[in-house]
């Protein structure tokens, strides 16, 4: 009955992971997949940085240059940072809180082939006749005259990946909402799951306006539609004000799960539980609220008047807030805890300052007066930068080394952790501390090159040698991804002996039913209690030993993903080429008759019998 | 639980798409979607009223020089009758009377296909006028606004149709029961928007 025991070949390990709807499963899929991405626009990254070392540079053509940056902030957003925390997020938090699986296991599946086609139909464009070259924000004004097809695929690609994280938001919040263990009340939650809970909130409100934008500069493209396009009566703001509504709470999407990451790191690397809890939940309730009030501080500039922005302004600096609450609370986490510094923590401490100055920029930036000095040269890039980087991508990696074990039941090289961490950290500060000075001296973002009599040259190099140590780094975590994984030692239970929270409770390697029995949860922290008062069994227990309902595998979600692409390149050719109609109905042909199919056939799961539970626990 | 066990009206529980751990699950699932429908709606709802009357200069068209409300007046009527009915089929269900549900959700149908009808013939006239898709940002905002709410209808009727001809022969189960529920929630949502449509769009368009 074991399914790990099981040897497969690789036919059958490959249908598995085609038709899989198992959360733990979806989330390797997810990072994998996201790693991937990663890669990538760690690589277009470096190109930039390649091209910008020196003046008058002629590594890249203006043109590349574009797509290159495009794609990079593109990618970065919306094919690596979200789905990798998408797959922590699967990982992670069924097992916090003590459920079988998600809600709609089928739907997790269909989100996650839905981001990884969406992706991959926004690459294609790179051997489809160029990428997307207006930036990731895609201004209407600047992407209605791009020519050729990349401002298609990004439209096309991004609602086809769109579709899957919306997906994930609804499934996430009702899985939180219904499938939490008994006792787990909303105010004994482990703060990843709160700040999951939150960010899908936002996803969910979020990802519409970014759909009707995308449609709007689909149908404005490709069929014939006039939103954007002045001299029809359209209105290029619409897109600006659609892309921010959107746009402004995707950072909180991506970063208040990274809060969630470094407040487990922090209370279980101190040894502590955390400080100031119900502040926590309220400070990140807070933070995902006014997040959805700020969206015009991207669009000082473009003269909603005075009123608007000094709103915007007031609203924007009013995060600062339950931010600094939140920064308070880690630092008193570890006031008078028993630290251990592992590579997490070390992520963890690295994270406070870098992170603090990405928010004290964003405040300067708050001040609209101010913001019209920034807007738009290098400073900008530097803010967004230490806060994507220093706060969501710092979290990305100690959560990789953090949640390894419960992943994979194997422990990463804690040496070659921290060595991966001092090079990226580093060559981090090393690359982007600097760019502030390069926006405030006058350099534009978004240039493919600058003159050598502006001062500009030094700091330049030092930007891109910086760079150079961010990817070291990077080479160093994929080498101790892959010495780990042919050493293949197992773990055990509770790798980092200091584990708090449910997941930390479970047998490794994890059975593929999660929780044997539902456990019974009777504080903040249940393992930690647990573990106080001696009990050697790991949990106590909400209910005896029954039969576990199980949903079955479906091959559904993939064909369905299939159908979707395929219209995408028929939406993409459609008025140019004569097969693009037909093709276009042959794809949604496809994905509405699998969803019909869905809905016909019954499908009810299947139970795995007490008898065989009892079995496998005799046999261990 | 056995999901496809047979009930009577007397063992029907009182909230049957609710019962199961599926169908709590789909149940607020299914609000949340209509949550993030409300959100890209509004979106269409901004956008049309940024672009309402806009186009290229000279334009001839305007929302009173197209909109004829005694046509979009029966259209609203159909559609909320038509929720109506469904709501019949929800009594039904509770009480356990699979022939009467099916009868009213069949109604429902019928009264969507009506008031689809009646649109199609709406936009065609519109065509005809000249007042086509890539006329002006007016067009273009009043056809994607109104033309997604049709899309819903469309999808609407197939869904509940679906339902209908898969359950003929099996009556009521704990399966099929949030199935039929959440369907309706659907419908009713399409009415909601429809209800702001004629407010938004033809009533302020011809009076406001």
Do not use: C
């Amino acid at each position: 009955m074991s399914s790990i025991a099981q040897k497969k070949g690789f036919g059958a390990t490959l249908w598995d992971y085609l038709t899989t709807v198992d959360h733990k499963k979806i989330a390797v899929m997810y990072l994998i997949a996201g790693g991937l991405f990663f890669v990538i626009g760690g690589i277009e990254a470096m190109l930039i940085r390649i091209q910008l070392a020196k003046p008058d540079n002629d590594f890249v053509s203006a043109g590349l240059f574009n797509e290159i940056i495009t794609m990079h902030g593109t990618t970065m957003i919306f094919l690596a940072a979200m789905p990798i925390l998408f797959g922590f997020m699967n990982a992670v938090m069924p097992l916090q809180i003590g459920a079988r699986d998600v809600a709609f296991p089928f739907l997790n599946s269909l989100g996650f082939w839905l981001f990884l086609f969406g992706g991959l139909f926004l690459n294609l464009s790179w051997f489809m006749g160029g990428a997307p070259d207006a930036g990731w924000t895609s201004y209407a004004s600047l992407s209605l005259a791009s020519p050729g097809h990349g401002i298609d695929f990004y439209a096309i690609g991004l609602q086809i990946a769109g579709a899957g994280t919306y997906i994930g938001g609804i499934n996430f919040l009702v899985t939180i909402i219904n499938m939490r263990a008994p006792g787990m009340t909303y105010m004994r939650m482990p703060l990843f799951t709160w700040t999951t809970f939150v960010a899908s909130a936002l996803i969910l409100f979020a990802f519409p306006p970014l759909t009707i934008g995308l449609f709007f500069l689909i149908l404005d493209r490709m069929f014939g539609g006039n939103f954007f396009d002045h001299t029809m009566g359209g209105n290029t703001i619409i897109w600006e004000h659609l892309f921010w509504i959107f746009g402004h709470p995707e950072v909180y999407i991506l970063i208040l799960p990274a809060f969630g990451i470094f407040s487990e790191i922090f209370t279980i690397f101190s040894r502590k539980r955390l400080f100031g809890y119900s502040s926590m939940v309220f400070a990140t309730v807070l933070i995902g609220f006014l997040g959805f009030m700020v969206w015009a501080h991207h669009m000082f500039t473009v003269g909603l008047g005075p009123t608007a922005n000094a709103i915007f302004a007031v609203a924007t600096m009013a995060i600062a807030v339950p931010t600094g609450m939140k920064i308070f609370n880690w630092l008193l986490t570890m006031w008078g805890g028993s630290i251990k510094v592992t590579t997490p923590m070390l992520y963890a401490l690295g994270f406070i300052p870098s992170f603090v100055a990405g928010g004290v920029t964003g405040v300067m930036q708050g001040a609209a007066p101010l913001d019209y000095q920034l807007h738009d040269s290098y400073f900008i890039v530097a803010h967004f930068h230490y806060v994507i980087v220093g706060g969501v991508v710092l979290a990305i990696l100690a959560a990789v080394h953090l949640y390894w074990p419960l992943m994979f039941n194997q422990m990463l090289s804690e040496r070659l952790g921290k060595w991966t961490f001092w090079f990226f950290f580093i060559g981090f500060h090393l690359t982007f501390f600097i760019q502030h000075f390069l926006g405030l001296m006058g350099m534009p973002r978004r240039v493919f090159t600058f003159r050598a009599d502006q001062g500009w040259d030094l700091f330049n190099l030092i930007s891109s040698v910086g760079a150079a140590f961010m990817a070291i780094g990077v080479i160093i975590l994929v080498y101790n991804i892959i010495v780990t994984a042919v050493r293949n030692v197992p773990v055990g239970n509770d790798p980092w002996e200091d584990g708090r929270t449910l997941e930390w409770a479970i047998p490794q390697p994890v059975p593929f039913y999660n929780f044997r029995q539902t456990p019974l949860v009777r504080g903040l922290d249940p393992f930690w209690i647990e573990k106080q008062e001696g009990n050697k069994e790991g949990m106590t227990y909400a209910e005896p030993l029954s039969d576990i309902h199980m949903p079955n595998n479906s091959f559904i979600p993939f064909v369905m993903t299939v159908g979707l692409f395929i219209a995408g390149f028929g939406a993409l050719y459609h008025g140019e080429k004569d097969w693009a109609l037909p093709v276009l109905i042959l794809g949604f042909a496809i994905t509405f008759s699998s969803m019909a199919v869905r809905s016909l056939k019954d499908d009810h799961g299947f139970h795995i019998h007490k008898e065989d539970l009892m079995n496998e626990k005799g046999g261990k | 639980m056995d999901l496809n066990k047979k009930y009577t009206p007397q063992t029907w529980p009182d909230h049957p798409e609710q019962v199961t751990m599926e169908g709590k699950n789909k149940f607020l699932g299914f609000w949340l979607f209509l949550g993030g429908e409300t959100v890209l709606f509004a979106s269409l709802f901004a956008t049309y009223l940024a672009l309402k009357n806009k186009g290229p200069s000279g334009m001839e068209f305007s929302t009173q020089s197209l909109f004829e409300l005694p046509l979009v007046f029966v259209m609203t009527m159909i559609l909320l009758t038509s929720s109506l009915t469904s709501v019949y089929a929800m009594y039904h269900m509770k009480n356990h009377n699979f022939k009467g549900m099916q009868l009213w959700l069949g109604i429902t149908v019928v009264l969507g296909l009506a008031f689809l009808a009646l649109e199609i013939y709406e936009f065609n006239h519109y065509v005809h006028l000249g007042f086509n898709y890539s006329q002006s940002a007016f067009s273009s905002a009043f056809f994607t606004l109104v033309g997604t709410h049709g899309l819903h209808v469309v999808v609407g009727l197939v869904w509940i149709t679906l339902l209908i001809v898969r359950n003929a022969k099996r009556g009521f189960s704990l399966y099929n029961a949030p199935k039929y529920y959440t369907a309706s929630l659907y419908w009713h949502f399409i009415d909601v928007v429809w209800v702001f449509i004629f407010t938004v769009v033809y009533l302020m368009g011809v009076v406001g």
